[in-house]
């Protein structure tokens, strides 16, 4: 175990307020009961944990729990005597009852200096408990008793322990605060969710200007990687499968963090995450979780449709399916072209040259036989006959070398359209109910996403996110609010479509087979994240608006 210096300053966050103490003090913190094992602390600018996370800490809340006398920790060095590292004295053995600890009072300009007996009162708060003529300086959380600057035990600078009943105090400045901010919540929340609140979340963004352009720049790379796998090759294939788990740990990770801090008052907070303390399971792994279980709690059931719908139009899976299968088959782009096929082409339009050719010559011989005065049984000009045969054969050239370029290069867009178009609507040529069912599945995704959002943003929790029983009371507890969600949402989809349109119809000289059109998709990208981060806000602003009734605490 790492040596652990019991005068390093450590910072704990109890009750929403943030202290600093010593790490030697916190077995006195922890036998007083004002330490409690699900508390944060952190060291420095390391990451907030949970204090029984801590080596150091977890003997001192084991004897709390066992009601056995807490470990004693040497904070000096004597004559001849190591200093033991925190926790490594700690034994079941030869417990020592912890020296109380001492009181750093301040001086104070009153004839009363010297504290009386505690008791317990009833009193003004706004004067202290023990010298009621004395303004109140602390106030204590549990049981609201005032006191002044002497009379609460203390810790370090910032920290005071109540004498009654060992729970924190606050300075009355840290009061009036906190009185502040609970009205602002109030009004608030009593001012209800609405268009304020969306006008709010599209100007959200621009606030933090720097983390809109790196994050932008960051998200639109990544969707470009996962482009990667038209190249081919395995390495591609997993540059673009790392590339889909940054994209959606960057934006599952700004949902998570913004809709958690606004749902807890902090509206004015940077939406991107702090990278300082980067962990892969925190920062990466656990929002791409997330965003699985958003997807699958919202779209699962139809994928499972359309994975059915793809399977019985592609495959022959009884012998009514085999006529089927032969229609799909003369879809353009849905043959493997092989070298044997090109030769096939090849004689094709030969033969097709040679049928020409003949053609002609009989032309010739009809001309001449009219020239003679003989009839003819021609029922169509010479000169139209030529251009129909000739836009036939050039039909059939431009057709073959389009199909051989394919070959080697993929398929164009056109002929994905048409492959597209054509299993549309072999899907739809479906049962009637495999179709019906997978629309309302389609439905309930686009009503249910939102909501599944929310739960993994305020619950951070996979179990709560792929539970569609968590978001369906999430729905009901926000009531109107969130049909003025799904409103706000659809603007949002109809800006994206209506932007990706135009960057489409304007940089369509930039689409590569396979590859598609790469600037429309960078900047679509950019414009893409910030709608992230807008859906983001405008479900944070709604949790805060209903943090009363979802019993989201400050």
Known sequence: MS?????????????????????GELGDWIGEGSLQPEDKVRKGNLRWIEARRVPGLVPFFNAKAKGVPLPVVVNTTEANLPVPEVGSAVTTENFQPAEPPPILSD??????????TPKAATHDPNFCAIHTDVPTVFLCNGCGTGFCKVCPHAYGGSVRICIFCGAMCRSMKEVAHARIETQKRANAIEQGFGAADFFNALAHPFKFKASLFFGALMFAVFSIGKSATAMGGIYMIVAALFSLMLANMLSFGILANTIDKFAHGHLEADFMPSFEDFELWDDVVHPLFLSMGAYVSAFGPFAVVLAIGFYLVTSSVNSQMD???????????????????TIDQSEAVKK????VASRHNQQLEELDKAARGEETAVEESVSERETREQEELWAQAQNSRKQEIESVLGKSPDTQAKENEAMLQGFLGLAAPLVVIGGIFFLWGAFYFPAACAVAGYTRSFAATINPLVGLDTIKRLGGTYVKILLMCLVL??????????????????????????????IGALFGFYLSIVFSCILGYAMFKKSDVLAIKA
């Open 3 to 23: 040596t652990v210096n019991p005068q390093e300053i450590w910072q704990i966050e109890v009750g929403g307020q943030v202290y600093e103490a010593a790490f």
């Open 493 to 522: 989809v109809l800006a994206s479509a209506i932007v990706g349109s135009i960057l489409g119809a304007l940089l369509a000289p930039f689409d590569l087979p396979e590859m598609g059109n790469l600037p429309a998709k960078f």
């Open 107 to 116: 001086p104070i300009e009153h004839s009363l200096a010297v504290p009386a």
């Open 352 to 355: 097709a040259l040679g049928n």
């Open 323 to 341: 006529s089927f299968q032969q229609s799909v088959e003369k879809i353009p782009g849905t043959h493997y072209y092989d070298a044997q096929r």
